[in-house]
């Protein structure tokens, strides 16, 4: 029989199912070591936080260190973001997105991603669900980014870093 005498700070007391996942805490997420930044294109850099194979979305920083267009792409599912640094907008938008800005893009939606001229640095965090399907300005498919595309993207660079290839293991659920 169980002793029903308990503080509020007693721990759950029951064994978590064997298949349970680790959680993911990471304690500098924007980190000081620079070569935890994956690169992605001139000037952009992504640093991953929760890259889940399982439902098929991921979560991280993005940072950018440049102006002008840095893509155009849809989304079949939901994209969640919060601007932690600089700000940025979409030019099918009349709405900026500002540090503290939370926005939220509906699945379907196609837009072109536009960082200002005097914004030096920016850094977003994004819950992207799904693919972001790259397109030109008429929709035509000019490539695309899952969540095993940002892995292999990940296990490349830290590998060439002298991080490891694994080093993006610890991200992966």
């Known amino acids: 029989m169980t002793d029903k005498t308990y503080s509020p700070m007693t721990p759950y007391q029951l064994p978590f199912p064997k298949e349970a996942q680790q959680e993911i805490v990471i304690p500098h997420a ?10 992605q294109a001139e000037n952009v850099w992504f640093r991953p936080l929760c890259l889940n194979t399982a439902q098929g979305y991921w979560m991280n920083l993005l940072r950018v260190r440049k102006s ?15 601007v932690l640094k600089g700000r940025w907008r979409y030019l099918e938008h009349d709405w900026e997105a500002t540090e503290g800005s ?11 991603l536009y960082v200002p001229e005097d914004v030096e640095e920016m850094i977003t965090y994004f819950q992207v669900n799904g ?18 595309t940002k892995i292999d993207m990940c296990r490349k660079h830290y590998a060439a ?13």
């Open 102 to 112: 939370y926005v939220f893009e509906p699945p379907g939606e196609t837009h072109t």
């Open 161 to 173: 870093v002298g991080l490891g290839e694994d080093y993006v293991d610890q991200f992966i659920r």
């Open 68 to 82: 002008g267009v840095l893509s155009r792409h849809r989304h079949p599912q939901a994209v969640h973001g919060m």
């Open 30 to 39: 924007i980190p000081a070591d620079e070569r935890e930044w994956v690169p």
């Open 131 to 148: 693919v972001m399907f790259y397109c030109d300005p008429w929709g035509n498919y000019t490539g695309y980014e899952d969540v095993f």
